[in-house]
């Protein structure tokens, strides 16, 4: 029995929460509120299931149907297809406050329940293109008029670019994020996408390694990771009466088994080469990273500054490869991520200020250039960053470039000459428990306070510029040549288990004239050092953030973090200068000097 209901109807665009489909409730969203003066009409809201094929198993897809009023067969609308972050489902604030503001614009709206999530069925597979894609494609024939829902029902009010293929957009974050990239990639019928705050690759995402060359496993970041193993878990058991297609295996309740295989491995703290090599193959195989090379919708990325689950190098790397393989993109930086970080004057989903705000404004924009076909529509510049030091969004032509080097001095100083380098070495040792702290990474998802960001003396270097004479803006990711002591280290380091390498953490602080650190949007980078022996290359998480005039720059290595798992042992580190022979960072400076 299909069950119907109606909503009010504005004609503005997206007055409410887009939600973004967070992956976990990180934003109190809003119904979709009217703007003033706009006309009033009638959207009709038709729960609908599908059944789907997908991971060799047979599940049905739950969806809900908005239709504006007047949009017909003989006027028919562009649509658009959501859907919700991790443990969310059609019907949270974020994912129906999207459809209802799509409606209230006049478009077609189709909110569903991720596979494994609310009343769909099927085990949760990550977003891999082979299953959630596939799922998603369905959906579009069903846009298309060419598969009807369960109950029978068909659609013949969409637009249509020819007989088959809708005119059809995607918008979501997160988990709702990435499953666009992975849709567009097995259906090309997708006409647009805005992925907001999600994954380029999972292997980096939850177990990174910031090194240039990432075959080597990083520090599992496990606070993040086993909290949304917990929520798709415990699912059968707080949800009652679930799809049998839900179940799993004992030991695997709700996941694919290779998703169960790879958290397992993660938590052992143990990489032996061969089990390791299956689970960045597994990773990588369910991230964009790995079909990007399928994408040709054009892509508007959206991600957040402040986000340790998929930091900005996260979207940067989707960016490049998209531009790479001529697939129309743009990227902006908002303020706001998993980590929080709203600020006043940015899209704020609990007010529905799209047409107030610059990232609003642009995803407006998008739709109205690639859904409506309107080629006179402006999407504006190829990057955007939002700053906290300055009304508004910065623009640019492209992500900047690394700007400024400075030199790792033998006396703890980062200096703007070799010449001015001071020779020294500088040692710090780990402890057998963490003795640094950037996050607790799901203390704001819970409610709970997080402890400033420390670093226990005698556990980490660093090096400091001398107090600046003026601000200096950095925006995009940092990068550090480092060559490291360890004889504990390189004894170990060749085992055949890859977590007998050498794991420390880089990360850059903001100090004020009085001595307060901060560091900057509580990022750091962590690396297993592939070979102890060689000097290695570090790109630290992207940033747009000012250093006012008076305060220092500080570059810093940490023996440990408590939100990843670390060294196996104690390992011993030393650092040496001199003028001809020390380590560099460079940054992406885009405004001032070290001078």
């Not at 109606?6 to 119904?31: E, H, M």
């Not at 077609?108 to 596939?134: E, H, N, Q, T």
């Not at 990057?383 to 906290?388: E, M, N, S, T």
Request: aromatic share 8%; glycine share 10%.
């Amino acid at each position: 029995m299909t069950r119907r209901r109606t909503v009010p109807r504005t004609r503005k665009p997206l007055a409410a929460a887009l939600g973004a489909a967070l992956a976990v409730p990180l934003l109190a969203s809003a119904p979709a509120v009217a703007s003033p003066g706009a006309d009033e009409g009638q959207v009709t809201v038709t729960a609908l299931k599908f059944t789907v094929r997908a991971g060799g198993r047979t599940c049905a897809v739950d969806a809900d149907l908005y239709r504006p009023a007047g949009v017909d067969k003989a006027h028919p609308a562009p649509a658009v297809l959501t859907t919700n972050g991790f443990g969310g489902n059609k019907a949270d604030g974020s994912t129906a406050g999207t459809a209802k503001a799509f409606a209230a614009r006049g478009y077609v709206a189709l909110a569903y329940s991720g596979l494994g999530f609310g009343k769909s069925g099927c085990l949760i597979s990550l977003d891999d293109p082979a299953i959630d894609g596939r799922a998603a494609s369905r959906l579009i024939d069903f846009l298309a008029g060419t598969r009807a829902a369960d109950d029978g029902t068909r659609v013949d009010f969409v637009t249509r670019d020819r007989p088959g293929d809708p005119r059809v957009g995607m918008i979501g974050g997160s988990y709702g994020g990435a499953v666009q990239m992975a849709t567009a990639a097995v259906d090309h019928r997708v006409d647009a996408l805005v992925p907001m705050i999600t994954w380029n690759d999972l292997s980096y995402a939850l177990d990174p390694n910031n090194v240039a060359d990432r075959k080597v496993p990083g520090a599992f970041k496990w606070q993040w990771t086993n909290g949304f193993y917990l929520m798709g878990e415990s699912q059968p058991i707080t949800l009652p009466n679930l799809d049998p297609s839900r179940w799993g295996t004992l030991g695997c309740v709700h996941f694919v088994s290779d998703a169960c295989k790879t958290i397992g491995l993660l938590n052992s703290g143990s990489y032996p080469a061969a089990r390791t090599a299956a689970m960045l193959r597994y990773a990588r195989s369910v991230s964009p990273v790995s079909y990007l090379d399928r994408v040709e919708a054009p892509t508007l990325l959206i991600q957040g500054q402040t986000d340790s689950l998929f930091n900005l190098n996260e979207a940067t790397a989707t960016y490049q490869a998209l531009k790479d393989n001529g697939t129309t993109t743009k990227m902006i930086w908002q303020s706001w991520g998993h980590s929080g970080g709203q600020a006043p004057g940015e899209l704020d989903l609990t007010q529905g200020n799209l047409e107030t705000s610059y990232t609003g404004q642009r995803i407006l924009a998008w739709f109205d250039r690639y859904l409506h076909k309107d080629r006179h529509t402006d999407t504006g510049p190829a990057f955007a960053y939002y700053r906290d030091w300055q009304s508004g969004y910065g623009e640019a032509s492209k992500v900047p470039p690394l700007s400024q080097k400075v030199y790792l001095s033998g006396d703890g100083k980062l200096v703007d000459n070799r010449a001015k380098v001071a020779r020294g070495s500088r040692t710090y040792t780990n402890w057998l428990v963490p003795t640094s702290h950037s996050e607790s990474s799901l203390a704001g998802t819970i409610g709970l306070p997080d402890p400033a960001p420390y670093d226990t003396p005698g556990t980490y270097l660093g090096w400091d510029t001398a107090p600046l004479k003026a601000p200096v803006d950095v925006v995009g990711s940092a990068k550090a040549i480092l060559k490291v002591s360890s004889p504990a280290a390189r004894a170990t380091q060749d085992s055949g288990d890859a977590a007998d390498k050498l794991v420390l953490f880089a990360k850059l602080y903001d100090v004020a004239p009085d001595g307060t650190k901060t560091l900057v949007r509580r990022l750091v980078a962590p690396v297993r050092v592939p070979d102890v022996t060689k000097q290695f290359t570090v790109a630290l998480p992207g940033i747009a953030h000012r250093y006012e005039a008076g305060h220092r720059i500080e570059f810093a290595i940490a023996a440990s973090d408590d939100a990843y798992l670390g060294n196996k042992g104690v390992k011993p580190v030393t650092v040496v200068s001199a003028p001809g022979d020390t380590g560099t960072l460079q940054l992406p400076f885009v405004s001032g000097t070290l001078n």
